[in-house]
């Protein structure tokens, strides 16, 4: 089920990539037929994705009350798992803890701006920065999540998964782009059969 997840997260990451990260004509074509949706989207999107990282690497458990509920992350598959007297162990533990430093900023932001609103931040207090995620952290985060699944995944059954070529879906950002740019070459041809060629010059 972890598998799972992280094949969604790496397919929502795609799409993320492809939209907002490709290039500014994609921005522009995105914008100039809804910007405001997309706009709305690119936000939604962004936070889902560290909402999802930090559940995933979540501990094994959480106190709640005085009951201990288990949580399905990767520290509890981690747990699951280890044996002290395997190699396989002490690499688990490595990479549980490489993983916890790299999504700390994550985190920062999920207990922050989403999670809850900090008073600080939401003024933008100096004393208060909470700095963008760049496209490198997001992607050292993936690769290591991967990086333990596969271990495990290759122990037991001398098998690796794609994870990073994602798998869910028909489609993807892509044709959603190559529909909107079909879409607007289809509305200049229909202009200038009923109108006749457009001057692009003629306000200059």
């Known amino acids: 089920m972890l598998g799972y997840e992280l094949y969604f997260l790496y397919t ?3 799409y993320w ?3 907002f990260c490709t290039d500014e004509e994609t921005v522009d074509v995105l914008y100039s037929t809804a910007e405001f949706f997309f706009e709305i989207y690119r936000e939604v999107l962004r936070d889902d994705m560290i909402l999802t990282i930090c559940r995933l690497t979540d501990p094994a458990s959480t106190n709640v009350g005085r009951a201990t509920k288990e949580n399905l992350t990767l520290s509890h598959l981690e747990q699951l798992v280890s044996n002290p007297d395997d190699p396989l162990s002490t690499r688990l533990k490595n990479l549980l803890s490489d993983i ?3 999504v700390a900023p994550f985190r920062n932001h999920r207990n922050r ?3 809850h609103i900090d008073l600080q931040t939401r003024f933008k207090h100096p004393d208060a920065s909470l700095p963008d995620l760049s496209i490198e952290e997001m992607e050292k985060a993936l690769a290591l999540m991967a990086e333990l699944l596969n271990s495990i995944e290759k ?3 001398h098998n690796e998964r794609p994870y990073c070529q994602g798998s869910y879906g028909n489609g993807g950002a892509k044709d959603i782009v190559r529909l909107i740019k079909d879409h607007q070459e289809l509305e200049r041809y229909r202009d200038e059969r009923e109108f006749g060629p457009m001057d692009h010059d003629a306000g200059d």
């Open 100 to 102: 916890d430093r790299q």
């Open 12 to 14: 929502k990451w795609d």
């Open 113 to 115: 701006r989403l999670g």
């Open 17 to 19: 990539k492809t939209l």
């Open 155 to 157: 122990y037991f059954d």
